[in-house]
């Protein structure tokens, strides 16, 4: 209901997947240094900096609670490769 005086704000939207485009996972060599999510065949989501790729696995900059934590993720798990946009629009 509308209150006069009252200023209801709507909270931000959610980070939506327009932000990344996919990209071939055998481009993950070419991607060190670059901000990416990736989707595994279990659905789940990491989102990180690309440290290094070695012929099985990537090894991803997370961020965690008091910093900055390595993950290693196997490339045969991985399902797609999200590249994120410098500006949430599409190169």
Partial sequence: ?????VIERLPPPPATDKEFVLV???RLSG????????????GKRFQGEVV?????T????????????ELSVPLKGIREVRLR???GVSP
């Fill in 1 to 5: 209901m509308w209150k006069p005086g």
């Fill in 24 to 26: 071939a996972k055998e």
């Fill in 31 to 42: 991607l060190v240094g670059s901000d990416i999510q990736l989707v595994t065949e279990n």
């Fill in 52 to 56: 290094r790729v070695s012929a099985d």
């Fill in 58 to 69: 990537v090894v991803l900059s997370i961020a965690v609670a008091r910093g900055k934590a």
């Fill in 85 to 87: 946009t410098r500006s």
